[in-house]
C-alpha cells in the first residue's frame, strides 16, 4: 500500500496495511525563505518517513491587506474588499505549496494550512481591536470575516486546482470559553468560516479540520462538531477529549492528532521507551481504522526526528497484527 493509499483509507475509514502518521512545525514563522522553506518541509517528511505532508503558511499568517491600516473605528470595516486572486499574498503561497507537490510526484498527500478568516483579521491587526470593534459593530466586522473569506476561497482554488495539494489543512479558533458564547460564535464568526470549508468540500473531498487549542484554554469545541470535514485535528490535551472520544463525538470521522505537542508532553520530553508505549496505547485506545496518528496541533521546531521516527518504527511493527 503506498502512503497516499494508506492515507486516504484511513480517512475514508477503510482498512489499512498500518497507521499512518503525520506531523509538522514551523520553519520560519515570519518569513517566506523561497526554495528553503520548501526544501525544509521536504527533509522533515524523508527524514521521519511520514505518511502525509501538511505545508505551513510560514510568512503569511497576517492578512496584509493595505486597508487595515486605516481603520479607526468599527464602522471602517466596511470599507474592505479583497485582495484578489492574484495577490503575492496568494499567489506565494500557491508556489510553495506547488513545490512540494511537485517535489513528492504523488507519492504521499499534501495539505496546505489555512487559517479561518477571523484568525487571519486577528493576525493583521490586533486582538484588542479586533473584539472591541465586534461588540461595537459586529455586522461591520462580519462584513470584513466575509471579504477575508473571498481572498480565502481563491487561495483554495488555486492550492488545489493549480498547485495540485489533495486539500487543506483548515484552522479554526477563537471560540475559546473567555471570548464567545456557543451562539454568540455561531452567529458572528461561522457564517463567513463554514463558507470557506464549503467552497474547500466542493474541490476536494480530504479536507482536515483542525480545532485549534492554540492558547491552551479550552474552547466551545461543540460550535465545530457539525463543521463537514473528512478528517478533523483536536487539541486533546487541551479539550480534554481522546482520539477514541472525538471518533465519537465528530460522527466518526477519521481523527487525526492523540499527542500532545507541548514540551512537557511525551513526545518532547519522554523516553523513546516511553514515547513507543504511547504510540501502542493510542492505537489500542482508538483501534486501527480511520486513526491518523499525530500531535494536538504544531511541534516545537527544535523536536529531535529521532522522537518521530520512533512513532514510525513502533507503527511499523504494530503492522502485523493488523
Known amino acids: 500500500m503506498t502512503k497516499k493509499e494508506r492515507l486516504l483509507n484511513a480517512f475514508h475509514n477503510k482498512p489499512v496495511d498500518k497507521v499512518p502518521m503525520g506531523f509538522w512545525y514551523h520553519f520560519s514563522p515570519d518569513e517566506d525563505l523561497g526554495q528553503e522553506t520548501i526544501d525544509q518541509h521536504l527533509a522533515l517528511y524523508r527524514d521521519t518517513d511520514m505518511d502525509m505532508i501538511k505545508v505551513m503558511c510560514d510568512g503569511y499568517f497576517n492578512y496584509p491587506n493595505p486597508y487595515i491600516s486605516r481603520v479607526t473605528c468599527a464602522n471602517d470595516w466596511y470599507g474592505l474588499t479583497p485582495l484578489g486572486e492574484d495577490h503575492p499574498f496568494i499567489s506565494k503561497q500557491v508556489e510553495r505549496a506547488k513545490g512540494v507537490v511537485n517535489a513528492v510526484h504523488g507519492e504521499c498527500c499534501v495539505f496546505y494550512n489555512v487559517f479561518c478568516p477571523m484568525s487571519q483579521l486577528r493576525f493583521g491587526t490586533s486582538e484588542e481591536l479586533l473584539m472591541r470593534h465586534i461588540k461595537e459593530d459586529p455586522d461591520a466586522v462580519c462584513h470584513a470575516f466575509e471579504v477575508i473569506a473571498q481572498d480565502t476561497m481563491a487561495l483554495i482554488r488555486r492550492l488545489i486546482t493549480e498547485a495540485g495539494c489533495d486539500g487543506i489543512y483548515y484552522c479554526v479558533q477563537n471560540a475559546e470559553k473567555f471570548r464567545f458564547s456557543a451562539e454568540e460564535y455561531r452567529r458572528l464568526v461561522t457564517p463567513a468560516e463554514l463558507k470557506v470549508l464549503t467552497y474547500a468540500n466542493s474541490l476536494s473531498d480530504n479536507n482536515i479540520l483542525h480545532c485549534c487549542g492554540w492558547v491552551g484554554d479550552a474552547n466551545r469545541i461543540?460550535?465545530?462538531?457539525?463543521?463537514?470535514?473528512?478528517?478533523?485535528?483536536?487539541?486533546?490535551?487541551?479539550?480534554?477529549?481522546?482520539?477514541?472520544?472525538?471518533?465519537?463525538?465528530?460522527?466518526?470521522?477519521?481523527?487525526?492528532?492523540?499527542?500532545?505537542?507541548r514540551k512537557e508532553g511525551i513526545l518532547y520530553a519522554g523516553t523513546y521507551e516511553q514515547i513507543a508505549a504511547e504510540t501502542v496505547r493510542l492505537i489500542q485506545e482508538t483501534g486501527t481504522r480511520g486513526v491518523v496518528l499525530g500531535a494536538d496541533c504544531t511541534l516545537p521546531s527544535d523536536i529531535d526526528h529521532e522522537r518521530l521516527r520512533v512513532v514510525r518504527r513502533t507503527l511499523d511493527g504494530l503492522a502485523d497484527n493488523l
Not at 461543540?222 to 481522546?242: G, K, L
Open 222 to 261: 461543540e460550535v465545530w462538531q457539525d463543521y463537514p470535514s473528512r478528517a478533523v485535528n483536536w487539541a486533546v490535551y487541551v479539550e480534554n477529549m481522546t482520539l477514541s472520544e472525538g471518533k465519537k463525538f465528530f460522527g466518526d470521522r477519521c481523527v487525526l492528532g492523540g499527542f500532545d505537542n
